[in-house]
């Protein structure tokens, strides 16, 4: 059985606590300062590199690994696999968490974060840019109200905890399409540089790969975020559940795999898996570790069967995918060559994160991981949802 | 230059002296900071033994794409296509994603890296000056250019005009009139007597770079129509299922009892 955590209501500043908040501190001074006299005061980004270290890991990172909860959600309202509800509410706070750091590093990022209301009023459809704006805000919503009946149990609002929860389903299926589409859409918004983004990574299907890869990334970041918590809140690890899912990874990624050297071979691109030099070597190494490895891994009953095998698996899935998101938004975009006469403000073309560009997204990694243990303290996260309506 | 159908730009490379003047007049008539000019000449240096040298300079600015890429991909629709060539960025509209400058396959659309919010980040680009041209006058350099390296016109004489210069020198140009089929067609067209890769010129083809971007998303709608029917009939599949074994259990557990009785 599983053992239910202390409502504590009182706050205590653990030592962990107080490092999140000197980590959020230093992200919240250095956006001032951003603020006041421009980005290029805090990062490195340039002309030559527009996007950098905040896409990657705010946009590309933050949104593959809220995939959890679109994809434990299906799994329980629309195949009726209701053994995973348990997992539902702890990946539906991931995700939605995910969603909600992306936003906030977004408004760093931004040129003009305080026209981010534009998005409503000057729409052009055929941006891949806007599409995913829309697409975050409607599934943060969506989330937002899946996971809703957790706020109204704590408040004892029962009816209406009961009302969400009877169009639970069509929500699902609702979050399930949107999700789908704005996983693939960060594929898309690559398509607009074919030049630019070498052949290795650049498809018309890239938003097919993406979709697939999500779910893997999915799954793998609900082992993790299980694994972790069972540890931190020290309860009890649903390691059967965990076992099932586990069983599902080998599966999706051999679709992914078969359809991504399937690709290659059609486009004839096959010639630059080993002529790439470095973009050989981070193909490889992104497939190897986030794919070959985690199959043999997930197909091993040992592996899936311990609590450790299980977390270690998953870790490494998740390092190998997030270097293909990496690989896809930065390691592998070739920019204009240097010219002998650079102007002024061309002159940066090599691209490496500045500390201060990091720390900012290291912050809001931080503040959403508070807001999880807050979350979890206050609310009945991992409780049975079933169990706290019958009380 | 109102009675102009087509504005287009003639830069002939083999002309250029490396002067620079029409990034001074450009940053004059724009009133733009000379460290942020909206239009840069780059060199590719000394090439060859002595006494054999070449050299070439480009003069590099926003290329008026007929199917412009940075519009494409502006979220909010900043970018416009005015239909006698010049491509037009709006500040008011901008909210600084940058994503233009990734969409345009040649780098041109650049950004205040150095301006807070107070002082405003905006895009910058070239705009063929049209409160020059709307008068009648030329861009702003091509009016300063001392050797004629860039001259403005209508883009279809220029065509015939750049290549009538192949043909009349075939020794001095590369065959080619670059910008009139790359990327659907630039009002930007390119003469050049060394290979235009070496000029910074990136090898975009004749399709806009754009137009498999805009294909996928046209897709958006039945795929979220089509995938939603299929997770739609999925779910009522799988709980007619989950229902008919429910009731199967059941009836077995109470076997006595007829399930439907005959009226």
Known sequence: MKMKIALNPRLRLSPFVLVLLALMGIAFVVSMVRYSIGIGAISNLSNAYPWGFWVSFDLYTGIAISSGAFVITSLVYILELDQFRPLIRPTLLTGFLGYAMEVIALLVDLGHPERIWHYFIYQNFTSFLLAIGLYVMIYAAIMLVEFAPAIFERLKWQKLSALIKRFMKPLVILGAVISTLHQGSLGALLLIQPEKLYPLWWTPILPVLFFISAISIGLAMTILESSLSSRYFKRGLEIHLLEKLARGVPYVLGIYLAVRFGQLLLAGDLKYLFSGGLMSILFWLEIFIGAVLPIVLFSLKRVRQSPKGLLLSSIILLFGMILNRFDVSWFAVRHPDPLTYIPVFMKNVKYIPSLAEISVSIGIFSAGILAFGLAVKYLPVFEDPEKELEQ | ?263
């Open chain 2, 1 to 263: 230059m109102p009675d102009i159908k087509q504005h287009a730009f003639l830069f002939d490379a083999s002309r250029c002296i490396d002067c620079r003047a029409c990034m001074v007049a450009c940053s004059v008539e724009n009133k733009i900071d000379m460290d942020k000019t909206r239009i840069w000449v780059a060199g590719v240096g000394l090439k060859g033994i002595f006494p054999r040298l070449t050299r070439a300079t480009m003069v590099y600015h926003c290329m008026h794409c007929a199917a412009p890429d940075c519009l494409s991909a502006c979220p909010v629709g900043a970018y416009t296509k005015r239909s006698d060539g010049p491509v037009l960025y709006d500040a008011k509209k901008c909210i600084g994603c940058r994503y233009c400058m990734n969409a345009c396959p040649f780098g041109v659309p650049h950004f205040d890296y150095d301006k807070g919010l107070v002082e405003g980040a905006f895009i910058d680009k070239c705009t063929m000056c049209p409160q020059r041209i709307d008068n009648g006058l030329e861009p702003a350099c091509v009016a300063t250019c001392p050797t004629d390296a860039l001259v403005f016109g209508e883009r279809a004489d220029l065509v015939e005009e750049a290549h009538s210069r192949i043909q009349a020198h075939p020794e001095r140009y590369v065959d080619h009139v670059y910008g009139e089929k790359e990327n659907g067609g630039t009002s930007y067209l390119i003469l050049s007597h060394v290979p235009f890769a070496e000029l910074g010129l990136p090898d975009v083809g004749t399709k806009p770079v754009r137009d498999v971007s805009q294909e996928v998303m046209g897709l958006t709608i039945p795929v979220a129509l089509g995938w939603g029917a299929v997770l739609t009939g999925l779910a009522v599949g799988v709980q007619m299922v989950n229902q008919k074994k429910e009731a199967q259990a059941k009836q077995s557990v109470d076997v006595e009892v007829p399930s439907e009785k005959p009226e």
